[in-house]
C-alpha cells in the first residue's frame, strides 16, 4: 500500500450522534485513518437515484484514486431522515427496514464492482443513546 492508498470506502448517514461513534468504532477495527467516508443524509436507506448515482462515483473514485478493496455500508435505527423510531410499528420492522435498504445497496455495489468485498453495519441506538455495532447484518 502507498501513501495515496488506504483499504475501505464508509458510506453512512451524517447524523451527528454517529460522527465519533463511527470513527472509534472503525479505530478498533484497525481502519485508523485508512478509509475515504462518505456521509449523506439518511445513508443507504434514503438512496434515490441521484444519491446512488453519488455513491457509485465515490466508489469510482477511491478505488481509482486510493484502491480500496472494501465499502462499509453503515446505516442506523431513530434516523431522522425517516421519521425516527416513532414511525415504525415496531423495532423489528424498524431493523428490517434499515436491514432490507443495506442488502439492497451491497447487491448493487456487489453488481457494479465485483472485485470490491461490501460489509454492512447495522448501528442501533437505545432510547437511552446507547449505541450498539453489529457487523455483517
Ligand atoms: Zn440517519
Request: proline share 2%; glycine share 4%; net charge negative.
Amino acid at each position: 500500500m502507498t501513501s495515496q492508498e488506504c483499504k475501505a470506502l464508509v458510506f453512512c448517514c451524517s447524523d451527528f450522534r454517529l460522527v465519533e461513534p463511527i470513527k472509534n468504532w472503525l479505530d478498533e477495527k484497525h481502519l485508523a485513518s485508512n478509509y475515504d467516508l462518505v456521509s449523506v443524509s439518511g445513508g443507504v436507506s434514503k438512496l434515490d437515484s441521484i444519491k446512488e448515482n453519488f455513491l457509485v462515483k465515490q466508489i469510482e473514485a477511491a478505488i481509482a484514486e486510493h484502491n480500496i478493496s472494501e465499502v462499509f455500508l453503515i446505516a442506523h435505527n431513530d434516523c431522522s431522515a425517516h421519521g425516527g423510531r416513532g414511525s415504525f410499528d415496531s423495532s423489528e420492522a424498524e431493523n428490517d427496514f434499515y436491514l432490507l435498504n443495506l442488502q439492497k445497496t451491497k447487491e448493487k455495489i456487489n453488481s457494479l464492482f465485483p472485485e470490491i468485498q461490501v460489509k454492512n453495519v447495522l448501528v442501533k441506538i437505545n432510547p437511552l443513546g446507547q449505541i450498539n455495532f453489529e457487523e455483517n447484518v
